[in-house]
């Protein structure tokens, strides 16, 4: 089941008995960490309320195509393109009968038609509807057609009192089937967190002490974590970059503003990267007006930030623990060090001196060190090379 967790499930809903089911399928799926979004039939609203799948699933529950305070919102192609999967359980006859003729006559049959996700239905109905030759021939077409996917009936006694096939597969068995769509992604459960960005450590309220980080090859790592199936919290220092899909971002601007951060989040973290660019002081007094220009020279003393990946990798609950080393000459030997000094279970080397890749480029070079080996990457975009570091920390676990 945990191949569902963040995983956006939209949840169709049409009329029968069956339908009191769909109550404990959307809270299976919300536990396993799915999105779930519910779109009920006129069919299915006589039979359960909108508002108990709306408390289920956290989320407004869709049932009007023309809606106009819908459209406002999450309007039905938006909501087309945000499922990964669509389900629709129960499937009726009525709605299978449309399926196959291509209806888009309301909001679940128009989204069937305009999304490009993955299409399940679990039937639901009389075991003679079942079986009758012209839903049998309906099953048939839409298989053919858009190779939907058939998830039951099961047989047994019904609500009529038929014996036979027509029941939908019990809920928790429609949740595990689903989840068994999904790849076997590599970090699936886990959960990582990401420090991305410069820091700000200010001298007064207009100045500051920073550096060239554009944040991107930390916001690349976060997408290529999330596509491998991660919960992840990304620690963002001020970059000008969109929050990428499904991750959970924490804006901070300074070093002990991104350790608070980090120390809040580390209980629960299986995985630690630091591709934050911290800065290495802070200002041992911040001016609370501003410095006014006096003479040629100024001083200004510093004092050492806290090391971050030093203090993760010192908890007692160590996270695997992946450094970065942006350095300017001796890449190797300064990057190895860092390995071993700050007891880190990996580090990713870069030469920053190279105008053309790492610092606000799209491209960087990089060479991945363990204890026991060292593997280079030439020249690729920031998020390929994202893609190697998590494929190789999901070997490493």
Not at 16 to 21: E, V
Not at 45 to 51: A, G, K, N, R
Request: charged share 20%; net charge negative; proline share 5%.
């Amino acid at each position: 089941m945990h191949r569902l967790r963040n995983k956006r499930i939209l949840l169709g809903i049409t009329g029968g008995i069956a339908a009191y089911k769909s109550a404990e399928l959307v809270r299976a799926l919300s536990g396993a960490g799915s999105q779930v979004r519910v779109v009920m039939t006129a069919g299915a609203q006589e039979f359960i309320t909108p508002l108990t799948l709306q408390a289920l699933s956290a989320n407004p529950v869709h049932h009007s195509l023309l809606d106009p305070e819908a459209e406002a919102g999450m309007g039905h192609i938006e909501l087309a393109k945000w499922a990964d999967y669509i389900l629709i359980a129960p499937a009726s006859a009525n709605f299978i009968s449309r399926l196959a003729a291509g209806a888009a006559d309301d909001l679940l049959t128009t989204l069937c038609l305009a999304s490009v996700a993955p299409l399940a239905i679990a039937p639901a109905m009389n075991q003679a509807m079942w079986l009758d030759p012209a839903t049998q021939a309906n099953i048939e077409k839409i298989q053919r057609l858009k190779a939907i996917q058939i998830w039951g009936p099961d047989a047994g006694q019904q609500a009529c009192g038929d014996v036979g096939p027509g029941r939908m597969i019990e809920p928790l068995a429609l949740a595990q089937t689903l989840a068994q769509q999904f790849e076997n992604q590599s970090l699936s459960g886990k959960t990582v967190m990401i420090t991305a960005g410069p820091t700000r450590e200010a001298l007064d309220p207009v100045r500051y002490i920073s550096n060239h980080s554009s944040g991107k090859m930390g916001f690349a790592l976060a997408t290529a974590a999330m596509e491998a199936g991660a919960h992840v919290i990304l620690i963002a220092g001020p970059v000008n970059l969109a929050t990428p899909d499904r991750v959970d971002r924490v804006n901070i601007a300074s070093a002990q503003q991104m350790l608070d951060a980090v120390q809040q989040h580390l209980p629960q973290c299986d995985v630690f990267i630091g591709a934050a660019a911290v800065a290495d002081y802070r200002a041992a007094d911040v001016a609370t007006q501003k410095i006014k220009k006096h003479d040629d020279d100024m001083c200004i003393r510093l004092v050492k930030n806290p090391d971050i990946i030093a203090t993760v990798a010192a908890s007692a609950d160590k996270p695997f623990t992946v450094g970065f080393a942006a350095e300017t000459q001796d890449v190797l030997a300064y990057a190895r060090g860092k390995l071993v000094k700050k007891n880190l279970d990996m580090i990713i080397a870069n030469d920053v001196s190279n105008p053309e890749i790492g610092f606000n480029s799209e491209d960087n070079a990089i060479i991945i060190i363990d204890a026991a080996s060292q593997t280079p990457f030439p020249r690729a975009t920031k998020y390929y090379l994202a893609q190697q570091i998590i494929n190789t920390i999901s070997n490493k676990l």
